[in-house]
């Protein structure tokens, strides 16, 4: 049975069939499952429930902040022992300051993937959350924000502030059947936010519903989303064939065939494209990607004193940037802005682009847990997770993950996707493909 969304609950609290305390003692109950949070304010939380107000946005629900973000009083890790002696953070990011004005409590900072630099979501440090989706099975819940996957599927939060550098969010959230949405990267403050790469950090959110994704945006952004109210049957929508489906495995690729002809029974027009374009992403990082040589210019100095500290996973993908030269980091944003252009070309007259936001449900954490001699299946897991998302962060757009599984089949996620600036177009499309899917049982 899926967890009641914000709105809901919103609703519940006005009806006072519920109270913002009595939600905060369910969250802080599941907020106990294994190293999904690396830190409670539980004490504090409750005070902050008891005193909120229901009629403002967040009615005093439970928010979760990835270990990246600074919390005025606390310390910011990124998921890593380096930083363990850190100083505590003089002021709350600006994401965090606009939930706790919407009247959201913080009740923790989430466990991720050490600075953020993995799709997986194992830390060697502080373990790993066991994805919610398979009682039976331990399993991945994605990275890098994993804790704040597990805390919104798991009940603890309702909303998961967290980042999304080559899919951060929509990974965590399809594997573990909820809803995760990536902004256009301008339209949120990166300050306060331990930096991966600067050119291509999004700060955004991870929800229960795409109706809560919207308000979620709206707090994040300090600004109103503009839905137009199309009926699905006037949207031209495209698959993308090239690489965007290769080596789904047959739970995906059942869900996403299954979604695609929900959507073309309630008329939305579906094409297949190339979109050869795609492919030339290989080649344009050919001399290293950004998030390898802008890491490596902001941990230079940690990694000098404290690199032995470092998962070695991490360490080694890091060290990568320090080969770089300058004339080919200019050539690479170069190289990115024509490889836009031509992209967003290949989309003229489309609304959106569907893909299956990763091609695999979550595997097993033993497949990939720390130890050298898993090394291979980690980076080969590591590489087919982030290698639909991480074209949308190439391309300066936005994208939103919402989940298209049958109730018996564990979590995959669709994406919806565009270039810059079409976060509202995506949004409420996202409304009416959620709806559709509901509608249909999920997928029959």
């Not at 802008?294 to 000098?304: D, I, K, M, N």
């Not at 001699?373 to 897991?381: C, G, I, K, L, M």
Request: charged share 20%; glycine share 8%.
């Amino acid at each position: 049975m899926p967890l009641p969304d914000l709105h809901s609950t919103r609703d519940r609290l006005r009806q006072r069939l519920t109270t913002a305390a009595d939600e905060l003692r369910l969250a802080s109950a599941a907020a106990a499952q294994p190293h999904v949070f690396l830190q409670t304010r539980l004490e504090a939380a409750a005070g902050e429930a008891r005193s909120s107000s229901p009629d403002s946005p967040l009615a005093g629900l439970p928010v979760s902040v990835k270990d990246l973000f600074d919390c005025a009083g606390e310390p910011t890790r990124a998921g890593s022992v380096a930083l363990a002696d850190a100083p505590p953070a003089a002021a709350d990011a600006p994401s965090v300051a606009r939930l706790r004005q919407a009247g959201g409590v913080v009740l923790g900072r989430t466990n991720m993937s050490e600075f953020a630099f993995s799709g997986v979501g194992v830390n060697p440090h502080y373990g790993t959350p066991a994805n919610p989706c398979d009682p039976a099975t331990p399993r991945i819940p994605g990275g890098s924000t994993s804790g704040g996957a597990v805390s919104v599927a798991n009940g603890s939060a309702f909303i998961a502030l967290g980042s999304d550098t080559g899919g951060s969010i929509r990974i965590p959230a399809a594997l573990c059947g909820i809803v995760g949405f990536k902004n256009t990267a301008r339209l949120t403050q990166l300050e306060g936010a331990y930096p991966l790469s600067t050119t291509l950090d999004t700060v955004c959110a991870m929800t229960r519903s795409v109706r809560d994704a919207v308000l979620a945006h709206e707090i994040l952004t300090a600004r109103k989303v503009v839905p137009n109210q199309r009926p699905l049957s006037s949207y031209r929508l495209a698959v993308a064939t090239t690489q965007m489906l290769d080596s789904a495995d047959a739970t995906v690729a059942r869900a996403f065939e299954r979604s695609l002809k929900r959507l073309r029974d309630a008329g939305a027009r579906v094409d297949e494209i190339p979109l050869a374009q795609i492919k030339d992403l290989g080649s344009l990082q050919a001399t290293g990607g950004f998030a390898a040589a802008e890491s490596y210019a902001s941990h230079r100095q940690l990694l000098a004193a404290q690199g032995e500290r470092y998962d070695p996973r991490v360490r080694f993908r890091i060290e990568r940037g320090a080969a770089m030269k300058a004339y080919e980091y200019i050539d690479l944003h170069r190289a990115r802005a024509a490889w836009i252009a031509e992209v967003e070309e290949g989309l003229q007259g489309y609304d959106a682009v569907l893909s299956p936001t990763v091609p695999m449900v979550a595997p097993a954490i033993a497949d990939v847990a720390p130890g050298a001699e898993r090394d291979e299946a980690f980076f080969r897991v590591n590489a087919l997770l982030l290698r639909n998302t991480s074209v949308v962060n190439m391309l300066d757009g936005c994208a939103l993950s919402l989940p298209c599984q049958a109730p018996d089949e564990l979590p995959v996620g669709l994406m919806v996707w565009h270039g810059a600036l079409r976060d509202d177009a995506i949004l409420a499309l996202s409304l009416q493909i959620e709806n559709a899917l509901s509608s249909s049982g999920a997928a029959e």
